[in-house]
């Protein structure tokens, strides 16, 4: 970045900050410490293919038999095949209790591709009070830390939850309480945990407030584009963009004054993070209700001659 670029950028900063009172509270947060120009690294969720891999605890089986099926090997042969950088492997579609062998034989397969595993993702809650399936969860988070530093993934992604028996701004201290203590424990793994604007929030503003409070540099933002339901998503992703530690392209958008989701401007979101310096990777996550053989081809296609 040089010098016009970073006064641009702190200006524009400054003055958000100055115009909105919520922001007092972002602005103590500093963003990830990048040096240089923007690096982005193409890499694939495994949710993309959800419907296609065997159930398991977290993903029940579907009445229909998925006519492509799908295990992890396959899908980092699949990653490899369409020249991705990177793996994203949901946790959801691992064996139950798999032995530690099972990530270190996955993480050793995955080396002989040629394609680094990029992170793993959990669907937690930490919006839960005190009790049994709060320290569940919290143990959980923990597991699943251990095993991303068994498969070589430098980061998870994690979620705020639902509680629908406590006012939001309750449940976002139990979010802040629990981000504190797994980061604690991340950390000692030399893993990152990326909050996403999941669940509950819905904007950059939200988001930010959660992150803000906890003194961990082992946490930022899983930045999905596809999940910010305000009046311009494009504008929120753009105040998240300097805090992201991983980043998740959907080709839907979904404006709150729209009934309907949109088509998403994939260069203006890669423009997006170009602009910030973001360096790392950026994986794309087909949530579209479509055949993901027929439609991820071409928007990893895209998205290689973007990034």
């Not at 904007?203 to 961990?216: C, F, M």
């Not at 979904?254 to 997006?272: C, E, H, M, T, Y």
Request: charge should be neutral; proline fraction near 8%; glycine fraction near 6%.
């Amino acid at each position: 970045m040089n010098r016009r670029q970073f006064l641009v950028r702190t200006s524009a900063l400054l003055g958000a900050c100055a115009s909105s009172p919520i922001l007092s509270t972002a602005r103590a947060i500093p963003p990830m410490p990048r040096t240089g120009a923007a690096r982005l690294l193409l890499s694939l969720a495994a949710y993309s293919f959800r419907n296609s891999f065997p159930p398991t605890s977290e993903k029940p089986a579907s009445t229909t038999a998925p006519a492509r099926p799908m295990h992890m090997e396959g899908f980092i042969d699949y990653c490899a095949e369409h020249q991705c950088d990177g793996a994203e492997l949901t946790s959801y579609y691992f064996p139950k209790d798999a032995p530690d062998s099972y990530f270190t034989n996955l993480r050793r397969y995955a080396f002989l591709k040629g394609i680094a595993i990029s992170g793993t993702a959990i669907g937690n809650n930490f919006s839960l009070p005190s009790g049994d399936k709060r320290s569940a969860e919290i143990a959980r988070c923990k597991l699943w830390i251990d095993r991303a530093a068994l498969l070589g993934a430098p980061h998870i992604r994690v979620f705020a939850g639902h509680n629908k028996d406590l006012p939001r701004d309750e449940a976002d201290k139990l979010v802040i309480a629990a981000l504190e203590e797994c980061c604690d424990y991340a950390g000692s793994k030399g893993i990152f945990l990326g909050l996403e604007n999941h669940d509950a929030i819905g904007n950059a503003e939200h988001l930010l407030k959660l992150i803000s409070p906890v003194r961990s540099p082992w946490l930022g933002v899983n930045l999905d584009s596809g999940n910010f339901h305000t009046e311009d998503p494009y504008a929120d992703f753009a105040r998240c963009a300097p805090y992201a530690v991983n980043v998740q392209l959907k080709t839907e958008v979904f404006p709150s004054a729209s009934k309907q989701p949109l088509p998403a401007d994939l260069p203006r979101l890669v423009r997006i993070l170009r602009e910030n310096g973001y360096q790392g990777f950026t994986a794309l996550e087909l949530e579209e209700k479509t055949d993901p053989y027929t439609a991820v081809p071409a928007v990893l296609a895209q998205l290689r001659k973007l990034l």
